[in-house]
């Protein structure tokens, strides 16, 4: 996968790093934190439940179309939706041929998330597995209670994230004795805003994707589906 080249590759080769990079820093207050303070910062409008159907360029901006009915104009569009979602949107003029091509194709990201807290103790730990519907689980903290584990899946059809006795099943061949309290997540494949879950590409849309940094205005594509860095991650957004 490009993608995991890519995180390589930008840690430097090391995969010890690669993997502190992706999952021992977070946000002290949480995303939501983050997005409320950009919110704040910029003093702008937020539409919610406002799925937009139509961007259009003009000579003096752009007139975004919301589905249902209602236009917005501004002076540009930085279009940020998911590539699974990009193709739902239409163009006028259209988007770069190749731009056009990876939002009609999709990427693969089709896999599941899921936060699993469990009984007592669990020492720094992770583990891979083929062909079993967690293919990555790790601590992320633990006391003397209880654990945080993550995990993720690579077919969000293999396991739903908020069945406890289908998560409990799950981890037993990993941990044998664990006791599972209780899990969550979300099923981001089957979500209208996302239609899947972080970007991984088949092969040949990365270079398609270079149009995305050619674009001059007024609409420009963006997020971190599109990123030639970290791609997948709010640093690449």
Not at 44 to 58: I, K, M, Q, Y
Not at 83 to 88: I, K, P, Q, R, S
Not at 180 to 189: D, F, I, Q, T, V
Not at 229 to 235: F, I, P, Q, T, V
Request: proline letters at 5%.
């Amino acid at each position: 996968q490009t993608q995991l080249l890519r995180w390589g590759a930008l840690a430097g080769g090391d995969w010890q790093l690669m993997f502190e990079i992706l999952g021992t820093f977070e946000l002290a207050e949480g995303t939501g934190k983050l997005i409320e303070s950009i919110r704040a910062d910029g003093e702008f409008e937020v539409r919610l439940d406002a799925p937009v159907s139509r961007v259009t360029a003009e000579d003096d901006g752009v007139t975004v179309a919301v589905d249902g009915g209602g236009e917005v104009k501004a002076r540009a569009a930085v279009v940020a939706v998911p590539m699974n979602v990009l193709a739902e949107i239409d163009f006028d003029p259209p988007l770069p041929a190749g731009i056009r091509e990876v939002a009609r194709e999709g990427h693969t990201g089709r896999g599941s998330k899921v936060w699993a807290e469990v009984r007592g103790a669990v020492d720094p730990w992770f583990v891979f597995a083929d062909q079993h519907p967690l293919a990555w689980v790790t601590t992320f903290s633990s006391n003397d209670d209880k654990s945080l584990l993550l995990g993720f899946g690579t077919d969000s059809e293999q396991l739903d994230p908020n069945d406890h006795q289908g998560v409990q099943a799950a981890l037993d061949p990993l941990l044998p004795g664990v006791e599972l309290l209780r899990c969550a997540g979300h099923n981001w494949h089957d979500d209208p805003y996302s239609r899947g879950t972080w970007a991984m590409l088949r092969p040949g849309q990365w270079t398609k994707l270079n149009e995305a940094e050619a674009l001059d205005g007024p609409v420009f594509v963006a997020g971190s589906d599109f990123a030639d860095g970290w791609a997948g991650l709010m640093d690449g957004a």
